[in-house]
């Protein structure tokens, strides 16, 4: 497995947990290879053609298996009907807009104390 994003490095909000090193080895001892600072540019069904950002080289990555994990959308579709109807409600985490879990774990625990 690779895993290939444009940012300068893999999982960088792992930094600073106590998971970010125990997950790399595993990881790495798996035989998985990490290629920061890529894009896919094209998928053939038997590899991706990469790029890395800071050269411009090209290569292909034989793969049998691409997925794609795209920037975060918030999910707004309940609160929207919720709206509709006139139903009071209140809205943390990722209906709000994309975030990571810590924020919602802290607005959920600011709504239980309000309520």
Known sequence: MTIVTSAAVVGGGLFHSAADGPLRARFSAAGGTM???TVVLSWDGDGATVRTVA???EDVLPADTLVIAETAVAETSLGD????RGIAFDAIGDC???RRASLAIYEGRELALRV
Do not use: Y
């Open 81 to 84: 009907e919720l709206r509709r």
């Open 35 to 37: 290629r920061p600072g």
């Open 96 to 98: 709000v807009a994309p």
């Open 55 to 57: 050269t411009g080289a």
